[in-house]
């Protein structure tokens, strides 16, 4: 099998892209890789932790960057079954400077919950609406899909891992009892505020031929993929029928770093909730 390498940590910090869209999709994001797959109970806790902290209006996070007037929403996620499963806290709608003022809202109100501030009543009642939902198997599935979906999360990336995303009671225990004992604080310095690999990037929108941005960006890819190694005669084929037809430009990396991304899986999020759910 094709051997899935973690990519080194790295703080891309600053980044914009433009595109050619409506004023109104201007939008930033803050990217943070978590740990590994195989970091079964940590990856369950960072996907409470979000839930509270940013899974309504009033939790604390979306709260203030709402009231910070940032940008029209403010939203965050949680993607596991990759080999590096990440979390994202997102703005849709930026107003001006918002992307400017972004990071440090984001860093200030969480220090100030890993300082003291963190709510444990809400975190408890993420918890459990979490205990619930597992218990429950309600995923809008057949459950053996569903299942065989979440084995994989793990089973992908060690193969000792097959069942570890199968069982849960030993991971809500330990976060019952961690709850008290300043787990979570230490969970938002350790996974968000001293990461040392993130990325922060906002997406400028600009007037233009948005065919033109295209052949920018398939001349840009092509320079990279004839620097890649590891890249099969099947994706270099996308490529170029994509090129030749001028159309949407296909997501292509490197082989070792796709990790899975593709939403077909049931992630912790959804596992908790059901499909389609985002904080």
């Known amino acids: 099998p094709h051997e899935l390498r973690e990519q080194a940590p790295v703080r891309a910090l600053g980044v914009k892209r433009n595109m050619a869209t409506a004023p109104e999709n201007a939008c930033a994001g803050l990217g943070y890789v978590i740990g590994n797959a195989c970091e079964r109970t940590r990856m369950t806790a960072v996907d409470i932790l979000i839930d509270a902290i940013a899974g309504s209006n009033e939790a604390p996070l979306k709260r203030a960057l709402l009231d910070a007037g940032l940008a029209a929403d403010a939203t965050a996620f949680f993607a596991d079954s990759l080999l590096q499963p990440f979390a994202v806290i997102q703005l849709r709608g930026l107003e001006e400077g918002g992307a400017e003022r972004f990071r440090p809202v984001v860093e200030k109100t969480l220090r ?42 793990g089973w992908l990336y060690d193969d000792d891992a097959a069942t570890s995303y199968l069982k849960y009671e030993d991971d809500f225990a330990f976060l019952r009892k961690a709850l008290d004992e300043g787990y979570f604080e230490r969970l938002i310095r350790e996974a968000f505020l001293d990461s040392d690999h993130m990325a922060e990037v906002e997406i400028v929108p600009v007037d233009g031929d948005e065919d033109a941005y295209e052949e920018e960006r398939l001349a840009a890819l092509g320079s990279l993929i004839d620097t890649l190694g590891d890249v099969t005669p099947e994706i270099k084929a996308q490529y170029l029928a994509k090129k030749a037809k001028n159309t949407t430009l296909l997501r292509i990396q490197p082989l070792q770093n796709t990790g899975k991304a593709s939403r077909s899986y049931v992630p912790v999020t959804q596992r908790m909730a059901g499909p389609g759910r985002q904080a």
């Open 112 to 153: 100030k919950l890993a300082d003291g501030g963190l709510d444990r009543t809400l975190v408890e009642a993420s918890l459990s609406r979490a205990e619930f939902v597992m218990r429950e198997r309600e995923y809008g599935m057949p459950d053996g899909v569903a299942l065989a979906m979440s084995s994989l999360a």
